[in-house]
């Protein structure tokens, strides 16, 4: 095996851009639906993963929403938790930073309180089992209006011990972030951790939306950011954490090969990416596949790989001291490391 895919596979890591209805795989899909009396338009796992062959984002967006739908009780939202937590282990994450839609659940009738709960009682048990730390993110789905992420955002009132941010995901391109100038506005006022999805399909004006308007502290994805020379210079200035996800960008088609990755372009630009999974059940590997993916079709370095592991904590929500001893524990695997 190439070593920089060992080096980045044991590494310590942190993972800040995974959607945890995306790390739903068919096999607990159906055994979940089953037991909801839920019927999937699917007979099998193999023809649900057989249906995973997307032109853009909207086209994985309808079949990603079809799948959640069978998650109703607060057992589920742990089980998809925790299934997600194991493997993230597994990659040798110690820090996770989790994206959930819950809109996408509420609209359907499921409790708020049952979602929240079922997701943070498997965080919890991460961290007493294996010592993982995580911060869950509250995403506003931006297709829908200012006045539902409002709701979402009251709904999360009574359970901001276990929220910790904002997000923005879902249809990007006519949806920019400043629909949702007022209410990050708000959940900045609330003490909360804000980022946005920004630069995926939509274009370097909806990056700048995200720093100027919405303030956010990351930048999901940040791709079409490269086409403008200002925006990177103000980017690389900030040492602004972009939390790409490679195999998601392939299977997206927001690049056509892995060898024209950005990733690369990214370092040499003085940007700060991390490297995460998104929705790694329906792109197609988790954190370390993503790694192994991009040493297999960039020359990148070993000092590449450092830093982007590095980024992973530079650019998460753990405290400054709880930071500064994960990057201590990174530099000691480094120098350990063959
Ligand atoms: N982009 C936008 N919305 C999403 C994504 C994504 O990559 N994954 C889940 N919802
Ligand atoms: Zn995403």
Redesign the pocket.
């Known amino acids: 095996m190439n070593p920089l895919i060992s080096l980045a596979a044991n590494a310590p890591k942190a993972e800040l ?1 995974l ?1 945890v209805e995306g790390s739903f795989e068919p096999e607990l899909m159906f055994e979940i639906a089953q037991r909801n009396g839920v019927k999937l338009p699917f007979a099998t796992a193999e023809e649900i993963r057989a249906a995973y062959d997307f032109a853009n984002l909207q086209e994985f967006l309808d079949i990603y929403y079809q799948g959640m739908s069978v998650l109703l009780h607060e057992r589920d939202f742990y089980d998809l938790t925790m299934a997600y937590l194991r493997r993230a282990h597994e990659d040798n994450v110690i820090h996770a930073e989790i ?1 959930f839609d819950p809109q996408g659940h509420t609209e359907r009738g499921v409790d708020f309180a049952d979602v929240v709960g079922g997701i943070s009682r498997a965080l919890d048990e991460a961290r007493d089992q294996w010592g993982m730390s995580s911060r869950l993110i509250l995403c506003f789905l931006r297709h829908l209006s200012e006045e539902d992420a409002f709701a979402a955002l009251e709904q999360a009132v009574p359970h901001l011990d276990a929220i910790a941010g904002v997000g923005l ?1 879902s249809s990007e391109v006519g949806h920019p972030p400043s629909k949702f100038a007022r209410v990050f506005a708000k959940a900045r006022d609330m003490g909360l951790h804000v980022v946005a ?1 920004a630069g995926e399909e939509g274009p370097p004006d909806y990056v700048w939306e995200a720093l100027d308007v919405l303030k956010v502290q990351r930048i ?2 940040g791709n079409r950011a490269l086409e403008d020379a200002e925006l990177v210079a103000r980017l690389a200035r900030d040492k602004t954490c972009l939390t790409v ?1 490679p195999l ?1 960008n392939l299977k997206l088609c927001v690049i056509d090969d892995m060898k024209h990755h950005p990733i690369k372009t990214m370092l040499e630009a003085g940007l700060a990416p991390c490297v995460n999974s ?2 790694p059940s329906y792109f197609g590997g988790y954190v370390n596949d993503n790694f192994a993916a991009l040493i297999e079709a960039l020359p990148l370095s070993r000092d590449d790989v450092a830093q982007l592991l590095r980024n992973s904590f530079a650019g998460s929500f753990l405290a400054p001291d709880e930071k500064a001893a994960a990057l201590a524990r990174l530099e000691d695997y480094l120098d350990g490391a063959p």
């Open positions: 851009h959607h994206f995901d999805h999901d994805h996800c998601s998104d929705d």
